[in-house]
């Protein structure tokens, strides 16, 4: 799978990190369906609360299920095309590698039923001297993580 992070998401994941330091932030990836399997990450939420230096726990809040809404609102419902792809955290103190506990996350979703996910990414990044570094990886019910292509998208 190809994941692709146009500038402006990397612009916003730079500033939450800066402004969250040491601690882990995350949050949602939504995105849209651009061919045969890849996506662009099109928009996301972005969690400040639940993180420590060592690790992130996201909520489900009743904003997080009024985002969701709007934003299928705004795409006119065209569930192929613009959907849920996964999660987002950051490592600020560690690797871009997920943890145990981030993999049983992840397929904790995509193996739930009532999610309804066929796939999810995680997204694991942090910043580097000069610029933010990710990584991506994939999750689909009853198989083993893969490693996602990610792709940095110009303006």
């Known amino acids: 799978m190809k994941l692709i992070l146009p500038q402006r998401i990397v612009r916003q994941l730079e ?10 932030i995350g949050g949602i990836l939504m995105g849209e369906h651009v061919s045969e399997g890849v996506f662009r990450i ?7 609360n639940g993180g420590t230096w060592t690790s992130f726990t996201r909520t489900v809040h009743d904003s997080l299920r009024k985002y969701l ?26 690797s871009l590698s997920p943890s145990t506990c981030d993999q049983q ?7 739930d039923p009532d999610v309804g996910a066929n796939f999810a990414v995680l997204l694991i990044v942090k910043l580097g001297q000069e610029e933010l570094q990710a990584r991506a990886y994939l999750f689909v019910p009853n198989f083993d993580m893969q490693n996602g292509e990610l792709i940095f998208e110009e303006e």
Do not use: K
């Open 15 to 24: 500033r939450e990190l800066q402004l969250a330091g040491r601690r882990e």
């Open 42 to 48: 099109c928009e996301l939420t972005v969690q400040r």
């Open 69 to 94: 809404t709007t934003f299928f609102y705004r795409h006119n419902h065209h569930y192929t095309r613009f959907n849920y792809l996964g999660e987002w955290h950051s490592h600020p103190s560690f």
């Open 105 to 111: 996350s992840m397929l904790d979703i995509v193996n």
